[in-house]
Each structure stands twice: as C-alpha cells, then as structure tokens.
C-alpha cells in the first residue's frame, strides 16, 4: 500500500506501537520524553513485531491539558528526522492541522486524529496520499470523562458519527484501504461503555473501512480488576484477542512483544487440525 511516498506490504492483524514523548504518560510517566530514550524504544518495538510506531508528542489522557501546535512541532521534529521513512509505517498522533501538515511533509505515513479529523486534514491526506485513523471522543482531554451522560446509545451514536465520516472521506476520494475508524476505549466513555463498544465491535464496521482499537493498560481495566498501569498486561492482551475474533486490523498496545506473540499462538491453535 502507498503511503506517503513509500510501498509497504499490509497483512492484517498489524501491531501498533505506542511512543508517546510526553513527560506526563500515563503509561509510562515519561519513559521516552528524551529524544535519545524514544528512538531506542521506536527501534526496539519494530522489532518486537510492531509494523505501525505511533509518536505522540501531546498527552491526551483524562484530564490533561492541551499544548500548543509550536511546542508538538518542536518535540516532533528531531525524531522524525533521525528514523527511517522505509523501514516501518510511522503514524502521527496528534490533532492539531498545522502539526499535521508539518508531519506528512517530513514523510509521515498515517496521521492518527483523536477527534475524529477534519476536512483541511482530509484535504491533506488526499495530497500526499497518506492514511488515517479516526478515532472518537465526545470531548477534550481535559473534560471528556464528564461526557459520559450524554450518549443516548453510545454503539449507534459513535457508528452515526463514523457513518458521517466515511460521506466525506468519499467526498475527498480517500481510498478505504486508508482508513481505520477507532472508537477510542477510554476517551469520554464510562467501564461499561468500553465493555459494550468492545462486546460490539463489528456494528463499527463502515462498509470496506478499516477497525482499529487501542484498550492498552487503560483504567477500564482496573474497573474489572483493580490495578495499576503496569498490572494491565493481561487484561489489554484479552481484549485484543476478543476484538481480534471479532476482525479488528490494527492493535494500538505499549507491549508490543507479548501482544504479537498472543497473536500468533492464538492464530497457530485456531489453524491446527
């Protein structure tokens, strides 16, 4: 598939990693802020089996606060001049359109937009032939867990809103090959929220679009099994091999190794004679 300006061979399931270069992580409280700690990690996850390394610059966990566009380029900047643009897919988490520009013209394959994108992005992503994931929130960050009340369904009201998404993606012409929908595990939803769009997973199925989701060591965990963040590993692996069943293409996880060979066992046993 053409991304950008690079070829790369897509097989589903596909791992993607997550580099979040943020002081506040919640994942990992900052483990690759420092430019030097996350080009070791974007390296060590491509081989562990993550086809797809997604760079946040920006938190967005619950409650965070926004950052400007200026300061996401700057802390972006040095990383995607040093890794490679042939050797693995790189997708940009961020939501901001002048972030976004500047990444895809610094060869950026995938743009990745928790608010779901917008027409200038859409516009963008028909000019340099890059890809999208769209994911939902009913809100920023900072107010987002206070939005939970609002959904009068929360699996037709997120399906509604992608159904509305895939008319102007059609509009720009944006190949459904390109495109992944998220319906964004943890972001304005409540435990039993996350528990039913996961549960429903195929409803958010769009005609030839593509499924990602991203459960990894969120705090829905927790509220099934209390635990810290770095309890959470069986919990995200569980989910993923659920939503796998389920046609999901693309695993957004911190832990890359243990989730691909997940995968791979469960494949090998569902194969076997």
């Known amino acids: 598939m053409l991304l950008n300006t690079h070829n790369f061979p897509f097989s589903y399931p596909l791992i993607m990693g997550i580099c979040n270069v943020t002081r506040d992580s919640f994942s990992d409280r900052g483990k690759s802020y420092k430019i030097v ?3 070791k990690n974007i390296k060590k996850m491509n081989n562990q089996g993550a086809s797809i390394i997604d760079i946040g610059a920006e938190s967005t966990r619950p409650g965070s606060d926004p950052m400007s566009y200026n300061q ?3 802390k972006l900047e040095p990383i995607l001049k ?9 997708s940009i988490d961020t939501n901001k359109i002048e972030t976004q520009e500047f990444a895809l013209s610094q060869g ?6 928790v608010f779901g994108g917008s027409e200038d992005l859409f516009l963008l992503t028909k000019k340099y032939k890059s890809g999208l994931v769209l994911m939902h929130t009913p809100a920023p960050p900072k107010t987002m867990q206070s939005k939970t009340h609002l959904y009068a369904n ?3 009201d997120i399906k509604n809103i992608f159904q509305r998404k895939s008319k102007l993606l059609k509009k720009y012409k944006i190949p459904p090959s390109k495109v992944w929908f998220d319906p964004g595990i943890g972001f304005g939803k409540n435990l039993q929220q996350n528990l ?3 549960k429903n997973i195929k409803k958010f199925r769009i005609e030839k679009y593509g499924l990602l989701i991203g459960p990894s060591r969120k705090s829905w965990i927790s509220g099934v099994d209390k635990s810290d963040v ?5 919990g995200t692996i569980a989910s993923v091999l659920y939503c796998l069943q389920r046609g999901v293409n693309i695993f957004r996880v911190h832990d890359v190794y243990e989730t691909r060979q997940a995968i791979a066992i469960f494949q090998q046993i569902a194969c076997s004679k």
Do not use: T
């Open 37 to 39: 700690d996350a080009l």
């Open 72 to 74: 996401e380029i700057k």
């Open 154 to 156: 929360v699996i037709s």
């Open 82 to 90: 040093k890794i490679p643009k042939k050797k693995f897919i790189i």
């Open 230 to 234: 770095s309890q959470r590993l069986g």
């Open 196 to 198: 039913s769009i996961m």
């Open 108 to 113: 950026v394959h995938i743009i990745n937009d």
